[in-house]
């Protein structure tokens, strides 16, 4: 489902996505995604300030279940593992995506198709995939690098025997743990962990730090489309009884309105040829002097990049060649670009 109340022709306007249930045995996202749909359309037909704001300024996807067959297996109570992870063929959606090594997946599951296909057909800026099981917010990547694997790297990845030693970050590290850290501290929950073995500094760590793994959605969207994806670990009880869910959704929702808010940070713009004033579409919008992820502008030539508050270079080039390079100082409040 989406939602938006800006005005179709209006441009500028980030795509944001909330995905739930990619593992059956834990529904509590999925009840939280229905919940914000109905959160959503309530407030703004009520006139709350926020929720107008954002769905006045941002298209807002929401997808409660990824994995329906795999929920259909799991039964409630289960707080550990239970049936119903794996999707109906028998396969971790989690695990199935294209990787830096491993570009081509031929025993690719249909629902990772389904979702790769909507991602290429939607330039989403800002996304969440929800889970439970644990109380923490996990940022990418989930895969470490080469030298931080402590086996034999082909090994490693058909074993998935991965053992890191250190964080493996990307370029946009302060960006996610800004994010991280934002709903964490507007969850009342999440900072206290799951237990005295389970706690997080903050809230928040490095996804190959904790639980390293190939294949996964957030690494994906990172890599393959610039998105920036966290996973939200949000119950430390992966399939509660139902009368634990209004809790659990007091405690997040709050937290997934801020964080959606967010893509409004940083510079958006339209990339245009100057002659004509023609938007042009698949420039490719970078930051000098940074391994910061890239961005191609839509068929209506529009961009947006998530930054913190400083001074970058931000180089517009197409086929090789550069068309603009403008340096620009990014607030607390988004910038607009119309190049």
Not at 76 to 89: A, I, L, M
Request: hydrophobic share 35%.
């Amino acid at each position: 489902m989406k939602l938006c109340a800006a005005n179709k022709s209006q441009l500028g306007v980030p795509n944001v996505k909330l995905i739930g249930n990619m593992h059956g045995n834990e529904p509590v996202g999925r009840e939280m995604i229905i919940n914000m749909i109905q959160y959503l359309i309530d407030g703004y037909r009520g006139g709350d300030e926020e929720i107008v704001g954002l769905v006045s300024t941002t298209k807002v996807h929401l997808m409660p279940s990824l994995n329906p067959d795999g929920y259909r297996m799991a039964v409630e109570g289960y707080c550990t593992r239970g049936p119903g992870r794996d999707n109906g063929r028998g396969k971790d959606l989690n695990r199935d995506f294209p990787t830096r090594l491993d570009w081509n997946n031929s025993d690719e599951q249909p629902e990772t198709s389904a979702v790769r296909r909507w991602m290429s057909s939607v330039q989403f800026v800002l996304s969440a995939s929800l889970h439970s099981g644990a109380l923490v917010v996990s940022y990418p990547f989930d895969a470490p690098t080469e030298h931080h694997c402590l086996e034999d790297m082909g090994e490693c990845l058909v074993a998935g025997s991965w053992r890191a030693t250190t964080e493996s970050i990307t370029g946009d590290d302060d960006v996610f743990r800004h994010l991280a850290t934002l709903y964490s501290n507007n969850n009342p929950r999440i900072p206290l962990g799951c237990g005295q073995h389970e706690k997080f500094n903050n809230g928040i760590i490095n996804g190959a730090l904790w639980y390293p793994t190939t294949g996964s959605m957030q690494d994906y969207n990172y890599l393959f489309h610039g998105c920036l994806e966290l996973t939200l670990q949000i119950s430390c009880c992966k399939y509660p009884f139902a009368h634990m869910l209004e809790a659990i959704w007091h405690e997040n929702h709050r937290a997934l309105i801020k964080l959606m808010g967010e893509v409004q940070r940083g510079v958006k713009g339209v990339v245009r040829e100057k002659a004509s004033g023609r938007s042009l579409a698949g420039a490719r919008v970078s930051l000098e002097g940074t391994n910061r992820a890239t961005t191609n502008t839509t068929p209506i030539g529009e961009y947006w990049k998530i930054l913190l508050p400083g001074k970058y270079s931000l180089k517009v080039s197409m086929h090789r060649m550069i068309l603009a390079v403008l340096l620009i100082v990014c607030s607390s409040s988004p910038i607009d670009v119309f190049k």
